[in-house]
């Protein structure tokens, strides 16, 4: 068995009617083709989209197959007992320039016995955002089941959702149940969730894809709305910073699927996780992991996936997004 280390996975992109050229210019991702692209699949053991790994001698090795020969070695001790062989998350880019479908997620007790996997569980984190970005984030206040069978199918959207604004630097946890969009206005995220890929559309603004409307999950999606759900939001200026050896760190949420700190490095910070992998997502800057004397170069747009034990060194001028469980 060879040793782990850290290791990076070819991206997984998606098109989107949706989409843009963001990747490319806001994060220095090299895109394929000169369509627009909506989603950049990091880490993801999903069926609809597996991680290869590009980097070391496990070059070419698919995350499950990683999985089921390295166990609790490859995640960390208490997430294989939990999880056993099925990688609990999927981590994703956001480029969204046009309107998102009017959307809501299932709990893992309605995905596990209607669809056979996870329920969804998510947060976006604005990593740009156009000045007049506008997300649908939940339900008016008052709503009910009944009120939003009727008009949703008399095709009344007026008067129906909680609608904020957002900016770069905004956190949004987006829970089972909650009714989400993007209205108006671009956005470019960093998507953690859950390992699954169930969306519930209720509605597309009666988009066109080649000359047809795109299937609505109308029933199953009343049957999971929480009608009362209200997102739980934080802000760059709202959260506490917490003075670390090399930098700050924010500790943007601990949750029940996972949990994430933001780190500005200003020199070395030097990190392990003895119980549950990490992943880093490189938001700004570059510099270097030093894992037990081996060197790894990192940079904006970047995604590393560090296996438990492995002694971290982060050096250099870095903004990074940390999740683990």
Not at 279 to 296: A, D, H, P, R, T
Request: glycine share 8%; charged share 30%; net charge neutral.
């Amino acid at each position: 068995m060879k040793k782990l280390y850290p290791l990076k996975f070819k991206k997984i992109f998606k098109k989107k009617v949706w989409g843009g050229r963001g990747f490319k210019e806001n994060l220095g991702i090299n895109l394929p083709t000169k369509d627009s692209y909506g989603e950049s699949w990091e880490v993801s053991s999903h069926k609809n989209g597996m991680s290869i790994v590009d980097n070391g001698s496990l070059k070419g090795k698919d995350l499950d197959e990683l999985l089921l020969e390295y166990k609790e070695k490859l995640v960390g001790g208490e997430v294989y007992d939990k999880y056993k062989d099925k990688f609990p998350l999927l981590i994703k880019y956001l480029d969204v320039n046009d309107r998102l479908s009017v959307q809501v997620h299932p709990s893992d007790e309605y995905a596990l016995g209607v669809e056979k996997e996870f329920g969804k569980s998510e947060s976006w984190y604005i990593l740009e955002a156009s000045s007049d970005a506008k997300l649908i984030m939940g339900l008016r206040k008052g709503m009910t089941k009944e009120m939003f069978i009727k008009k949703t199918k008399n095709k009344d959207f007026n008067d129906l959702f909680n609608v904020i604004s957002v900016k770069k630097g905004d956190f949004i946890n987006i829970t089972p149940g909650l009714v989400h969009a993007s209205l108006e206005g671009s956005v470019l995220i960093c998507e953690i969730q859950q390992n699954s890929d169930t969306t519930y559309r209720i509605y597309d603004f009666d988009r066109l894809i080649d000359g047809k409307l795109r299937d609505l999950h109308f029933d199953k999606a009343i049957e999971v709305i929480g009608y009362q759900n209200v997102p739980q939001i934080s802000s760059d200026e709202n959260r506490k910073n917490i003075e670390v050896s090399g930098g700050t760190k924010q500790e943007i949420i601990r949750g029940e699927y996972f949990n994430i700190d933001k780190f500005l490095i200003q020199e070395k910070f030097k990190d392990i996780d003895k119980d549950s992998f990490m992943i880093y997502s490189i938001l700004e800057g570059e510099g270097n992991l030093n894992c037990e004397g081996v060197i790894y170069p990192v940079k904006k747009g970047e995604t590393w996936y560090i296996p438990p034990e492995l002694n971290i060194c982060i050096e250099g001028k870095l903004e990074i997004f940390k999740t683990f469980i």
